[in-house]
């Protein structure tokens, strides 16, 4: 929109210029008021899409593995909760959560960071058990009562692990000495 050309400000009266600059002035920041001012985008669920997922064994404590989830994407997300884990293709049930290992916080990780969970493999109270080769993991959505994404597998170390019914994995913890020793 061109309120005023070249030509007619040189015959316009300094305080018509004045005038026509500051209706100008107005009009224009009445239009970027009225426009809406950009918000940050939205943090979401993590999910095996932008993470790279790996098991592995430690040495203490016992009977246990590490799960670490990196953010391989671009931008940040969630790890809610705790993973579902599937241990062995033939499990119904996902691994129970430890419900001593909750963190104060979600875990936030930032594009190229790393969140991780201590999986319990048995104990010598825990009931019937088998040998797993895979372990199927998922993110959990913000509500905690399902999972976002696709399942991603991965392979169990040693050829597989034994599981028993005292199986449990820890929430999403920020450290490795948080997900294993609370």
Sequence with gaps: MRIFSRRSARTLAPSALVAVLA??????AAQSAGAAPK???AITACTTAHMKV???????????LLLK?????????????????RAGADAQAPLAWDENS???????????????AGISTYTPDGEGGYKARTLGVLFANRALNG??????????PHHG????????????QSSIGQALFG
Excluded: D, M
Excluded at 103 to 116: E, I
Excluded at 161 to 172: D, L
């Design 69 to 85: 989830a990196t953010n391989t994407g671009t931008k940040a997300c969630y790890a809610y909760g705790a993973p579902f884990l």
């Design 102 to 116: 909750v963190p104060q916080s979600v875990v936030t990780l930032a594009p190229g960071k790393s969140a991780y």
């Design 161 to 172: 692990v034994y599981f028993n019914s005292a199986a449990t994995v820890s929430y999403w």
């Design 39 to 41: 918000r940050a985008a």
């Design 23 to 28: 209706a100008a002035g107005v009009q224009a």
């Design 54 to 64: 790996t098991v592995s064994p430690v040495t203490r404590p016992i009977n246990h």
């Design 147 to 156: 999972s976002v994404g696709r399942e991603k597998t991965l392979k169990l």
